[in-house]
């Protein structure tokens, strides 16, 4: 994550700069396995789901925001202008910020209609909310932590698949070589066969068993080649890109095991569990939000307003003042609400709230449990496959002996065609075998690595 950090920090109009710059660098050279950490910023970078989980981290980052901004008052501006009947002009109710007096001007019942006018300051202030405010702006900051877990469970899935398709494409390479090895010895066997048929030496059928075996060979190497391809796609749908051309594998996944870890932590740094806890954290600050919604609301009122109206005092008309204002007014108080009587619907959300709550703990304690066993097993199997590692060399050197020697022996003429071949796919199995075991150390660390929830564990490891 340290390199993420440090393109946060870079200002926004570089990002695009770098991003090019970055892509024009991929596409002219060719990756090794040092160069995985680069492939792993790369997917980071343009990933579309990550993008996605970052832009609702950012929502919910504003919703904290928007629940500290409570704190401020609001301060809002009306101006009424009205042409109504004479009975009620100056106390005429629309929508919104004025309260016109109520009551008609004069005991007469007339229609005639008059202008009046209005405009008006509304100041609303809630400095204390008796712990509703906390509660709330907690609630929304555990939601954002949750979501920046989100982003890290993401990243980490998505260089968990990358280094594991890379890993995987290592092996695949390494087989292609192993099987090509296989077809080089068909393919001697099959002139060598073929010489002692013509000696008479030999039977025919012999001859026609290697071939087959040789096209054998060949389909499997072709399949081989085809999973290559596969993997090569999928690697470019991860990268969103297809500016690489090539992955270069050299031998060092194949010739060197991985150490052993130093002390590890348990999986509280996996980022699904940090956001089952997160998740915990916001459902209690919802139950704690809950709980205050029903404790007083104090609020600071101010208002200044002016009205004009087209009716005087002595209930003579004047039209022309209904436009410009004649009273001028103001006042500040304060108002203290108590729900009483929302006090059953409280506790039926409470009751709600507290189930969740229950829920959400058990989600997280079963996610605690399932991660534990997870990681124990990645240890095991870590272990075993470093165990698994260090004894194939020993099966391929004899396999390969083996096959040299009983290759002479039937070349002499002292066994048949079964033992050959049959020695023949021992060495194929034992050379494929240690390649795939020396690459599977290496899944295994990773895999332990992204259960502690730092994949450096496994990256720290791979030399240049």
Known sequence: ??????????????????????????????????????????????????????????????NVALEKNTLLPSLDAAYQANYSTYNNITGMSYPGMLMPISGPPTSENYNNPVPGSAVSLLLKWSPVTFGQRAAAVEYNRKLYEKHLAGIEDEVLRLKFRVAFLYLEMATTKELIGVFQNNIDRTEYNLGQVSSLVRAGLRPGVDSLRFKGELSKARTELFRLENLLETQKQE????????????????????????????????????????????????????????????????????????????????????????????????????????????????????????????????????????????????????????LVAAEVPVEYEASEAAFHAIQTRYSAGLIDYSELIQAQYDLLHAEAGLKNAFVSSWKSLLKLAVIQGDVNIFLNQIQN
């Open 1 to 62: 994550m340290k390199e993420k950090a440090v393109y946060r920090m870079i200002k926004p109009g570089l990002k695009p700069v770098i991003l090019v710059f970055l892509s024009v660098f991929y596409a002219g050279f060719s990756f090794g396995q040092s160069d995985l950490k680069s492939l792993l910023l790369l997917a980071e970078e343009n990933y579309p789901l990550i993008a996605a989980k970052q832009a609702e981290a950012e929502a919910a980052q504003v």
């Open 235 to 386: 690697l470019r749908e991860l990268l969103v890109s297809e500016s690489f051309q090539d992955i270069e594998m050299h031998a060092f996944f194949m010739e060197n095991l991985p150490d052993e870890p130093g002390t590890l932590q348990d999986a509280a740094g996996n980022p699904v569990l940090k956001m089952a806890r997160f998740e915990l954290e916001a459902s209690q600050a919802r139950l704690a939000q809950i709980s205050r919604s029903w404790t007083p609301k104090l609020e600071f009122w101010g208002t200044t307003y002016a009205r004009g109206s087209g009716i005087a005092f002595d209930g003579t008309v004047n039209k022309a003042d209904g436009w410009s204002f004649s009273r001028y007014n103001y006042g500040v108080g304060l108002q203290l609400a108590f729900p009483i009587l929302d006090l059953t619907n409280v506790k039926l959300k409470t009751n709600r709230q507290e189930a969740v709550v229950r829920s959400v703990e058990s989600y997280f304690r079963q996610t605690q449990i399932t991660l534990n066993k997870e990681e124990a097993i990645a240890q095991s199997d870590f272990k075993t496959s470093l």
